[in-house]
């Protein structure tokens, strides 16, 4: 009995703080999006260096009105599951939308 307890405890833990640094990272990255998205901030802040400079140029030239697009990637952030996040952005380095 102590060996199916312990056995299976760890993979739980493990499990559950992965979740939760994923959790975390999207609700940054999605805060971010919605609040500084003007910035690229959410694109500097998962490692889109380019995109953010991209963005930046964006919100300049359009006297800000690109700023819609960090705001709609924000809200996506945040309606995905953690999981889809993870795959989708961490991973698979998508860089828009």
Known sequence: ??????????????????????????LAAGLL??????FGANKFYLGYINQGLIQIVLNVCTCGAASVIPLIEGIIYLTMSDEQFDQTYIQNKKGWF
Request: hydrophobic share 20%; charged share 20%.
């Open 1 to 26: 009995m102590e060996t199916y307890g312990y056995s299976n405890g760890p993979s739980q833990n493990q499990n559950f703080s992965n979740r939760n640094y994923r959790s975390e990272k999207k």
């Open 33 to 38: 999006g919605i609040l500084a998205g003007i």
